[in-house]
T-cell receptor
Framework: DQQVKQNSPSLSVQEGRISILNCDYTNSMFDYFLWYKKYPAEGPTFLISISSIKDKNEDGRFTVFLNKSAKHLSLHIVPSQPGDSAVYFCAASGASGNKLVFGAGTILRVKS | KAGVTQTPRYLIKTRGQQVTLSCSPISGHRSVSWYQQTPGQGLQFLFEYFSETQRNKGNFPGRFSGRQFSNSRSEMNVSTLELGDSALYLC?????????????FGPGTRLLVL
């Protein structure tokens, strides 16, 4: 049972444009949502997070939006840069402990 | 500050053998979690340790075990290896066990079972 879903396996965007990565979840007990970026042969790198009491969080070029009623979140990257090309994972956790439930990941390719 | 380190980085074993992987968290971090990444199943939670105690466990067979030492370093062990255990094993650390706290990942250990 996939509790966190990233339905787009890949996304291709032109440099300078906006990248929008989507994530859906089914478990209403999730309280925190995180985005990680992963390059080949490296571990995931934390990008940005949001708690369920917020609907938006910004950090530089990265913004995460949360729609609790739709159980949907999205990561916006503006402007997209070639160095952003990587696999992006959406992850969720509950109110206690450190267990993260990950989506399958979306491969982002930013073309120059 | 040094990041999370994992040793070894690459490992080749044969079916039936056992393996021990090591993780050193960021200095001062007390929580260590382990994840398995495979092409078919993605990133899956194995277990979490805090203050030398297992606090949470994922849905993996008993062949997968771990421990944490007083300096917060952690090891995970897989006994009686199967072909399906071939994966990237990732370790993540955080200061405490506060909900929503950022976890920092190491580079992983790539295990190949032949």
């Amino acid at each position: 049972d996939q509790q966190v879903k990233q339905n787009s396996p890949s996304l291709s965007v032109q440099e300078g444009r906006i990248s929008i990565l989507n994530c859906d979840y089914t478990n209403s007990m999730f309280d925190y949502f995180l985005w990680y970026k992963k390059y080949p042969a490296e571990g995931p790198t934390f990008l940005i997070s949001i708690s369920s009491i917020k609907d938006k969080n910004e950090d530089g070029r990265f913004t995460v939006f949360l729609n609790k009623s739709a159980k949907h979140l999205s990561l916006h990257i503006v402007p997209s840069q070639p160095g952003d090309s990587a696999v992006y994972f959406c992850a969720a956790s509950g109110a206690s402990g450190n267990k993260l439930v990950f989506g399958a990941g979306t491969i982002l390719r930013v073309k120059s | 500050k040094a990041g999370v380190t994992q040793t070894p980085r690459y490992l080749i074993k044969t079916r039936g053998q056992q393996v021990t992987l090591s993780c050193s968290p960021i200095s001062g971090h007390r929580s260590v979690s382990w994840y398995q990444q495979t092409p078919g199943q993605g990133l899956q939670f194995l277990f979490e340790y805090f203050s030398e105690t297992q606090r949470n466990k994922g849905n993996f067979p008993g062949r997968f075990s771990g421990r944490q030492f007083s300096n917060s370093r952690s090891e995970m062990n897989v006994s009686t290896l199967e072909l399906g255990d071939s994966a990237l094993y990732l370790c993540a650390s955080s200061l405490y066990r506060v909900a929503g706290e950022t976890q920092y990942f190491g580079p992983g250990t790539r295990l190949l079972v032949l």
